[in-house]
Every structure is written in structure tokens, then in C-alpha cells.
């Protein structure tokens, strides 16, 4: 089942948000991926996977619990795209 | 067709060279990161795709010129896993 939150989408077994994001140069995804890696720092958590190249980031970010996404999830998330929306 | 060339294998169409790095923490992965995106700006070539999480990342190299592997290609590819051993 998948659905959309703030343009994560929704995935279960396991479960975990998805989202895409692209950016017009190398050094805008490179401030991005340096911001998230301070952001993950602070909250001592870490997406599962970070796959990027020179103009995008996809993001799989797991349940916190390793059970069920929460609020605490989607939190992060938004707080992952406002990240992304402070470079543009 | 699929070789290997110091851990890299080689693929053909497109021509690209993949790698596995994996570390102990990820303070670990993210100082070859960190390293990896220096060595990208100094040779201004980025890999094509670069996956990764708290404890690996895979690495997609393409060909410089877009058609065939060339050992300027190998010869970046060997800077990054004498940059990933420089770590241990």
C-alpha cells in the first residue's frame, strides 16, 4: 500500500518512507547531503539508504522502531524536506 | 560481461565500473564520503551514482568519455579504494 505524505511515499514490510528530491546543481545536492548528514548527527539517526548522483537524492528512511512508522517518523521526514526547501 | 579490476567489476552498456565498500561505523562512512566528494571536486568528476548507509556504499562509476572504459577511469577507480584503505 502506498500513499503520500509531503511527497514521502508510504511503504510497509518493512516499513518505511520513500521520497525523491532533485536539485539544479552538484553543490546544491552537495549542501543537501551535507546538511542531512549534520541533521542525522543531532538525532543520532540515519536513513537506511541514501542513494545519490550529481542533480538528485533518494531518500528510504526506516521505522524508527523497526515496526510501524509514527509520528516520530514523519517528523524527521518533514523536517528532511525542510532542509531541502531552505537550499532553493 | 563482468571482470574484476581491484574489486571493481566492469560492466559493459553503458560502461561503468560498480564497487562494495563496506566500514566499521559510520563515522567511518562518512569520512570516505566526505573524502571521496573532495577527490570528486579536485578531478571534477563525480561518480554517477554513489548508495549508500550507516556501514557501506556502492559506488557507480560511468565511463569518462560515455562510450568505453579507459584507464583514466581505472586510475580513478584506483584512487578510491586507495582513499577507502587510507581509512582502516
Redesign the interface.
Known sequence: MVDVLNGWERREKPAMLQRRFTFDS?AQT?AFLDAL?KLSELHDR?????????TYANITLEAADGVALTTRDEDFAAQIVALSESLE
Open positions: 552538484y552537495r548528514a540515519h536513513p537506511q539508504n541514501i542513494s545519490f548522483g550529481s
